[in-house]
């Protein structure tokens, strides 16, 4: 997990996958709201949860560089994904039965939410597909080492095994519905994630604030050359497009039960 300022969702988005993790790392980026506070609880009652905190998000990959050529998976989730627990226990059992060991990478269903009712147990907004997918799952057994990725489970150099590549990807939405989806994520990207964000307005994401090292030299290489931005992100910005609506709120608005994802109480 790569977090910063996630009060609201943080805790719920690891005890959703601490079931089926048997580590978790956590890097806080510099946090200003309680999420510091929050992971620092959760580690005390999980102790297979390691913190740490830093102003550079590339940190974020390094805990993942040592499972590299082993029958691991590896699981990105950010501190606005909830994750279906019960689900990803069926996942579980199938990766270690042997399945999706011939890809790379899986995604599955998403549901871009713009609007939370706890009090219904409902969640409405877009899916993916045909929305853009988030779900992050890799195989680290497919690939020999991988560094330089700017923040975690992204680009870098990975260094692949035979018969395996980048686009080694299988779309379990593309073989399940959304109700039998085992890796389905409710991602509430449209709604506030931090006690911070009182405007409403859905929050940039690290990608396009170009604000991956917050560190003094990290400020004054911004200052000096501005701030960097992934090829897909500046192809958004340069045809006019916002990152969320134009990614994430695609196709019609639905509505499903958001139950499985909020855990006991909601």
């Known amino acids: 997990m790569l977090v910063r300022n996630e009060d609201r969702f943080v805790e719920r988005a690891i005890r959703n996958v601490a079931g089926v993790c048997e580590r978790i790392y956590v890097l806080d980026h510099m946090s200003t709201d309680r999420t510091w506070e929050i992971l620092q609880g959760v580690a005390r009652d999980l102790d297979h949860v390691e913190l740490r905190r830093s102003p550079r998000t590339s940190d974020s990959h390094k805990p993942l560089e040592r499972y590299t050529g082993t029958p691991t998976w590896a699981l990105g989730v950010d501190g606005d994904e909830l994750f279906d627990p019960a689900a990803l226990e069926r996942l579980l059992d199938a990766l270690r039965a042997g399945e999706h060991a011939d890809v790379f990478r899986l995604k599955g269903h998403v549901l871009n939410c713009e609007d939370l009712d706890r009090d219904r147990g409902t969640a409405s907004g877009y899916m993916s597909p045909p929305s853009r997918p988030v779900t992050k799952l890799f195989n680290l057994g497919a690939v020999e080492s991988w560094s330089g990725s700017y923040q975690r489970l992204h680009s870098g150099e990975p260094v692949f095994r035979p018969s ?77 497009k916002v990152w969320k609506r134009d990614w994430y709120a695609r196709g019609e608005r639905v509505t499903v039960d958001a139950t499985p994802f909020l855990g006991d109480g909601g």
């Open 164 to 240: 395996y590549d980048w686009d080694s990807l299988r779309y379990l939405s593309e073989v399940t519905e959304w109700d039998d989806d085992p890796l389905r994520c409710l991602h509430v990207c449209f709604l506030p994630r931090s006690s911070k964000d009182e405007d409403g307005a859905p929050r940039k994401n690290v990608n396009e604030t170009g604000e991956y090292d917050r560190s003094l030299l990290g400020a004054l290489k911004r200052r000096l050359k501005g701030p960097y931005v992934p090829p897909d992100v500046a192809a958004l910005h340069k045809a006019g």
